[in-house]
């Protein structure tokens, strides 16, 4: 390592959306602590009593530490990087939202040497994520299965992704922080406004870009510079707009159609 780097911490977050039943809750918990890990959130989760405690076993202490939420934007609030899960029956329908699918050991790879907060998102027991929030995950991982019946039990699924990822230590290389991602994906949206793109390919291109970007793990600087050149981009157009408006006014031709 060079003089002046050192490494930064990297902290994964289990975050289940809706889980419905506290078996599964308890079982996650378990987990978790098998593989050191304890940042959990619970989004609208069942009631939790005997039994998510009883399955919990020796890690009541996560159960208990849990931070229970009522909408998606709390649960990922100060996470750098929404990693969310899908199953690959999932990819009858809408497969654009789902895509590219990527293993939990390809993330690992692409984790190295980073440091910052990863949200990993597991959905409903009985029909996972919404489009509408898979839109705004920056990657999606998949647990390779048998296609005679390739769902996964929660737990399960929770359990085998985040053995995948134990011992993943940060790095030096900082991931950028979530709220200035928001902010560079929301730049990205007003150039398309700004270029007249196609309205029908617009939400296509705009999901492409932000996972193009999410599987980047790009730094706090590149954030910056990205956000830099959209905005020096957008005034440049907007100017050479107004001169080509204002050549038009002065134009002979222009000037007779107002006499």
Request: aromatic content about 6%; charged content about 25%.
């Amino acid at each position: 390592m060079r003089s002046g780097l050192r490494n930064l911490s990297l902290n994964i977050r289990v975050v289940l959306v809706e889980p419905m039943y506290q078996g599964n809750v308890g079982s996650v918990a378990r987990a978790m602590k098998n593989f050191g890990y304890s940042d959990l959130v619970l989004m609208n989760p069942c009631e939790l009593e005997g039994q998510a405690r009883a399955m919990s076993s020796h890690a009541r202490d996560v159960l208990e530490g849990a931070r229970i939420v009522s909408t998606l934007e709390e649960a990922v609030k100060g996470s750098d990087l929404l990693i969310g899960t899908t199953g690959i029956s999932s990819l009858k329908t809408g497969e654009h939202i789902r895509l590219p699918l990527y293993t939990v050991k390809e993330v690992r790879e692409k984790l190295k040497g980073c440091s910052g907060t990863i949200a990993l998102l597991f959905g409903r027991e009985d029909n996972g994520f919404s489009n509408d929030e898979l839109k705004g995950f920056d990657m999606l991982i998949t647990v390779p299965t048998s296609e005679i019946y390739p769902i996964m039990n929660l737990s399960h699924a929770v359990a085998i992704v985040l053995y995948e990822l134990s011992g993943l230590e940060g790095g030096s290389n900082p991931l950028a922080d979530g709220f200035d991602l928001q902010l560079l994906y929301g730049h990205l949206d007003e150039l398309l406004e700004e270029i007249d793109y196609p309205a029908h390919k617009k939400d296509k291109t705009s999901l492409m870009l932000r996972r193009i970007f999410g599987r980047a793990g790009l730094t706090p600087r590149e954030v910056q510079t990205l956000r830099g050149i959209i905005r020096k981009s957008e005034r440049k157009m907007r100017l050479a707009s107004g001169v080509e408006t204002l050549q038009k006014i002065e134009d002979p031709g222009s000037i007779e159609k107002f006499i």
